[in-house]
């Protein structure tokens, strides 16, 4: 089994546990890695730190909002350089985000910035930013690392998948498009995931979304296709411990009739070559 986006301590918001306590709780549970992800800084040490002391895969990356400097090629550049493998594309700040009224660091002191993120086309064409969203594709590409559209809206999710498709890159993961942001449609799942696109369903939509139900998320399994991912997104105080939180959600996808031996491979192989190089 691998998880492909866990949360722990030291973050900006609570966390079950920190790193090390995090890991321990996988090697118990029998997996061979996990994702470690925030939103608010690189997490590529702290992967590395830990893998080299545990044995585990741990592996990092850095998600482009404001404290990264935004979709900031230099923080890219030096997160793949240093053996990151995942580059989010905006989350906490992601215009979407600031609609749905949902956290943001600026939360914290109103002396923040809380402008708000974007890519094509709700970002304009002509707009200077854009030069810096095409240099960050570039590098993914050449690191061959992996492209997860974060929180941005599904229109910007078709439109990065365009990019990397030119760009040959395959390692393309929609982040929870079922989730309240991006907000997406089953058709528009449907389509992406047509296209290639692998499609991440997490435990912390069972346990903490509005309105959604296992059944809901069965249907967005059976839309991922072949390229369905499962992760547990948790690591919140009020969630169950990641690797727990997990193997409750294949439960709950496996109580809808779904294949459990599929399901597994969407917690286990399938994220695991989507990451690994």
């Not at 690392?145 to 990397?164: F, N």
């Not at 498709?165 to 528009?188: C, Q």
Request: aromatic fraction near 6%; glycine fraction near 8%.
């Amino acid at each position: 089994m691998f998880d492909v986006h866990v949360h722990a301590a030291p973050d900006v918001l609570e966390r079950i546990g920190y790193d090390d306590q995090i890991g321990a709780s996988y090697a118990a549970a029998g997996y061979s890695g996990f994702v470690l992800k925030a939103h608010h800084e690189s997490t590529v040490g702290r992967a590395s730190a830990l893998s080299r002391s545990s044995g585990l895969e741990v592996v990092g990356g850095i998600t482009l909002n404001h404290a990264a400097g935004g979709i900031n090629p230099a923080a890219v550049l030096s997160a793949l350089s240093t053996g990151g493998r995942v580059v989010w594309f905006p989350t906490a700040d992601a215009h979407t985000q600031e609609s749905a009224r949902l956290p943001r660091l600026g939360d914290l002191d109103e002396r923040l910035d809380r402008s708000a993120l974007s890519v094509p086309p709700v970002l304009a064409t002509d707009d200077p930013a854009v030069k810096d969203v095409a240099f960050v594709l570039d590098l993914i590409a050449e690191h061959d690392a992996v492209l997860c559209t974060g929180h941005v809206s599904g229109e910007e999710c078709r439109w990065l998948l365009d990019q990397a498709h030119a760009r040959d890159i395959d390692r393309f993961l929609l982040t929870h498009p079922s989730y309240t942001v991006p907000g997406m449609e089953l058709r528009e799942i449907t389509e992406l995931a047509e296209r290639g696109a692998h499609v991440e369903i997490t435990a912390y939509q069972l346990f903490h979304q509005p309105g959604m139900t296992a059944a809901r998320l069965a249907a967005v399994a059976q839309a991922a296709g072949p390229g369905l991912v499962l992760a547990s997104d948790a690591g919140q105080p009020d969630s169950p411990e990641p690797p727990s939180a997990l193997e409750q959600l294949i439960a709950a996808l496996a109580a809808e009739g779904l294949d459990p031996g599929w399901l597994r491979d969407a917690a286990g192989d399938t994220p695991r070559k989507l990451v690994l190089p």
